[in-house]
């Protein structure tokens, strides 16, 4: 399940990255140029992508290098690394540090929707919500570096005032076709050289090429759901605000539907008249499960910010039969409530009382059984359990 943030220490990247798409690369272990010394990358597969980049797999790379400077000579005064990357369809999305030109402690990040990263608390992380136990630290950054290349095929560092000898570290993240499987990447390197007063000549380096293997997308894990009485029984509360949401709400139930949920939905018997105080009432009672989906409009009901009392009547209804719930059996009720943000939602949009700050909630970014299948997940295992 996915969980909400808790505070962090300074110098870790709260993401959605599952432990089963996160890799380990020797390489580029056997790079040397000149004192520049390239270390092994660590690469995480991020998972579930935002919608905006449908058709591509997104990789966040840690990049580990250093100077290797001889005890007793001074540092150059500059040195920089690259990657090069080989297709037209790779890109360089964001990278980190960008520019520090004072020093910098050590920071923490988090991605956006639009796979950027961003300091902690400067701007709303998508994943930074449901993050696993996957920490990621960026070290104290000395003046001058910067990067250069971003939104490329080629990713730079600069170092000036004078380089610092040891390993440092990098992060970028990387967008790249979903079939691919390896990633052949060029590295170079250069620095500060006097040059021979003889010969008129400088030295350079030439880069080095190597591979990496690019983890593969993990098998959604969506179980079966069990046969007749035994299917769980949803109830699906959403605030009627436009054609657009009623149509994603419906989305959501034919998936669940699909993937064995018995689903209870206002939607359904309109052929029949109906006493909707009574059939919302039972259906809230009888379902193992009530999906909350979050919206504006039930976040203003449930928050009191709609102040209209002829608005909405249907949702203030249910929300205040829900959090009445919560309130009196707040164990069962925290675990058969379940807040899901559906495609072009957001997390604040839950309301408060249904605790998006403390407890779980669940972003279904698609509508396919791979982007529900936390969701699924937990409305079979626990009615199995």
Known sequence: MHSSPADRTAGSVPLFLDVLVRSVELAPNDIEIGLIRFSGWQLHRIDPLPAGFAGH???????????????????????????????????????????????????????????????????????????????????????????????????????????????????????????????????????????????????????????????????????????????????????????????????????????????????????HRRNWDEWTTTQILRTDYVIVVASPAYRAVGDGELTDSTRHRGIRSEYSRLADLLHRQRDQWTKKLLPVVLPGRRPDEIPLAFLPAIADYYVVPAFTLDAAAELLKVLFTDLAG
């Open 57 to 271: 797999a997104a990789y966040l790379v840690r990049v580990n290098y250093e100077f290797d400077v001889p005890a007793g000579e001074a540092p150059p005064a500059w040195a920089e690394v690259w990657f090069a990357f080989d297709a037209a369809e790779v890109m360089v999305v964001d990278a980190i540090p960008r520019a520090a030109t004072v020093a910098e402690p050590a920071r923490t990040y988090e991605l956006t929707q639009q796979l950027n990263f961003v300091r902690r608390g400067e701007g709303r992380s998508l994943w930074a919500a449901y993050a696993s136990e996957t920490n990621v630290a960026l070290p104290a950054v000395r003046p001058e570096v910067v990067s250069f290349g971003l939104g490329g095929a080629r990713v730079r560092w600069r170092h000036s005032g004078g380089v610092r000898a040891g390993t440092h570290t990098a992060w970028l993240v990387l967008l790249a076709p979903p079939d691919r499987t390896e990633l052949p990447v060029l590295a170079g390197g250069a620095y500060h050289l006097m040059a021979d007063g003889d010969l008129d000549l400088r030295a350079s380096g030439e880069p080095d090429a190597f591979s990496v293997r690019l983890p593969e997308a993990p098998e959604p894990e969506v179980p079966a759901g069990p046969a007749g009485d035994g299917r769980p029984r949803v109830f699906v509360s959403y605030a009627q605000e436009s054609t657009a949401h009623k149509k994603a709400v419906m989305k959501l139930c034919l998936l669940l539907s699909e993937a064995g949920v018995d689903v209870r939905v206002d939607q359904d018997g309109l052929e």
